[in-house]
């Protein structure tokens, strides 16, 4: 089988995966829920069997507890352990002032997500590329770095941090696909963005192998040798950004 449609029969489980958990969430919130929704690759591309997440959006009137937030997320490992253990919970009240949903997940809500369960559409302000770049500055590319500079200064790559190590390798198209456009691209799409462009002191070579490692979803050892160029990365995206 080839991994684009071991990718496509994975996507689509996951998401036959959120149709079945919408439900039981909508049980657990009761009056306060208007609206369970998938977003991330498997709403708008680029999904991954082995390192993609289940980003799954909730919005509630009034939001979302600790404690709910914690049942929630039980709820999703008891339906599919499996696929329970690769939900990302993203969360907003109605008016979207409080909650966990980033500026560049928001556009993604806006752009691509797809409805589970719905009785309320609640459709937040759009950020605009100021609040996008400030919020890229902050901490978005401090987490970054602190991982890029780890992963430079290591000396083995542990099979628990493949999917980290890749993604780190992967980040720079992200940012600067976000940081030009404004918007939420699949690491596909920005990686495509990024080889039309120039891109001042990016090892562009480098991100490209990182992507047809995750295509292929390979083990990235054979791109760990590259570790250290993670620092020249560094100093281009941190030059971008000062742009």
């Not at 599919?80 to 002032?97: E, N, Q, T």
């Not at 562009?204 to 995750?214: D, M």
Request: charged residues 25%; proline residues 5%.
């Amino acid at each position: 089988m080839k991994h684009a449609d071991h990718n496509e029969i994975a996507k689509a489980a996951a998401l036959d995966f959120a149709h079945r958990l919408a439900p039981r969430w909508r049980m657990t919130l009761g009056n306060d829920f208007l609206g369970a929704y998938m977003i991330g690759s498997v709403a708008h591309a680029g999904f991954s069997w082995r390192y993609s997440d289940v980003d799954m959006a909730l919005v509630t009137a009034a939001g979302i507890s600790p404690g709910t937030l914690d049942r929630i997320r039980s709820e999703a490992v008891a339906l599919s352990p499996d696929w329970g253990a690769k939900v990302s919970v993203f969360w907003a009240d109605g008016s979207f002032s409080c909650g966990r949903f980033p500026p560049l997940d928001r556009v993604d809500f806006l752009d691509h997500a797809i409805p589970l369960l719905e009785y309320e559409r609640v459709r937040p302000v759009r950020p605009g590329l100021n609040e996008i770049r400030h919020y890229l500055r902050g901490t978005p590319f401090a987490s970054w770095v602190e991982f890029a500079k780890s992963f430079a200064a290591a000396e083995t790559l542990e099979r628990k941090d493949h999917k980290a190590y890749l993604r780190t390798l992967l980040y720079p198209a992200r940012l600067c696909y976000s940081w030009m456009t404004g918007r939420m691209g699949s690491n596909d799409g920005a990686v495509a963005f990024l080889s039309e462009r120039n891109a001042a002191g990016l090892d562009v070579n480098l991100i490209k192998r990182a992507l047809q490692c995750r295509q292929a979803a390979a083990d990235p050892d054979e791109l760990f040798s590259a570790r250290t160029m993670l620092l020249s990365q560094i100093d281009a995206c941190a030059a971008l950004l000062a742009t």
